[in-house]
């Protein structure tokens, strides 16, 4: 399981081990299908339109807030993703996986 501030504080992402994603706020909660398995971690994107979740699966995956939808689908890790981080611009997001690759 992984858990993540959105930068304003005003939303939180949980991920779990059944491969869901909950969103949270003051005004209520949505559970997205994320990952076939694991959701290992999470990263916000700097403007906060955006969130990352990287998973058992080695997949991650680029979701917009607003829609709820994944708007992209990126692949190349040889092992589960652990770890994500956005640079301070937005314009690049980085990962490391069990396949010792970043």
């Known amino acids: 399981m992984c ?3 959105s930068n304003d ?11 869901r994603v909950f969103l949270l706020s003051n005004t209520g909660s ?5 990952h076939v398995e694991d959701v290992n971690c ?3 994107s700097p403007d906060g339109k955006y969130f ?6 080695r997949t991650i995956k680029v979701w917009s807030i607003a829609t ?10 040889e092992g589960p993703v652990w770890g994500l981080s956005y ?3 937005g314009k690049y997001l980085a990962s490391c996986g069990n396949d010792g690759n970043v």
Do not use: Q, R, W
């Open 87 to 89: 640079a301070p611009n």
């Open 3 to 5: 858990v993540e501030y």
């Open 42 to 44: 999470l990263a916000f």
């Open 68 to 77: 709820k939808k994944a708007m992209k689908l990126l692949k190349g890790h």
């Open 52 to 57: 990352a979740s990287g998973g058992k699966d």
């Open 30 to 34: 949505t559970s997205i299908s994320a």
């Open 9 to 19: 504080g005003k939303l939180v992402i949980c991920g779990c081990t059944n491969g």
